[in-house]
């Protein structure tokens, strides 16, 4: 072999080379592209995935909330029913107790009427 065909293969490999070099440096940094694309993808999900989760926490608070007020509100009718029956009982008990002093009052207008000699007690002006 004469000097200009080592010299010719040596220009190839070198030439070969420096383009395996290229190549690899591009798929690198393409590789390195899709891994960064990857990653700015993920920060993306992860915040909305944050914005869903404040979402939720927030409507979850205010369901404990309402949950809360709903209770309150329970909680108060049934007070007021509660009052509601005292009152009736206390009621009755007071009319009762009217009916009897009510009573007691006619049976003394009564005898009142059969004591005083002026009062007539026939059946037509009895009381």
């Not at 383009?19 to 909305?48: D, H, P, W």
């Not at 979850?60 to 909330?65: F, N, S, V």
């Not at 009152?87 to 008990?93: F, K, R, T, V, W």
Request: proline share 2%; net charge negative.
């Amino acid at each position: 072999m004469d000097a200009g065909t080592i010299w010719t293969i040596v220009i190839i490999v070198v030439v070969v080379l420096i383009i395996a070099a290229i190549v690899f440096f591009l798929m690198r940094r393409n590789r390195g592209g899709k891994v960064e694309a990857g990653r700015r993808q993920a920060a993306e999900v992860r915040s909305e995935a944050q914005q869903h989760d404040l979402e939720a926490r927030e409507r979850e608070a205010e369901a404990l909330r309402v949950q809360a007020e709903a209770q309150r509100a329970q909680a108060d009718a049934q007070a007021a029913q509660v009052k509601a029956e005292r009152l009736a009982s206390e009621g009755q008990q007071r009319q009762s107790s009217a009916e009897e002093i009510r009573t007691q009052a006619d049976d003394k207008f009564r005898r009142a009427d059969e004591i005083d000699p002026d009062v007539d007690t026939t059946p037509k002006n009895a009381r």
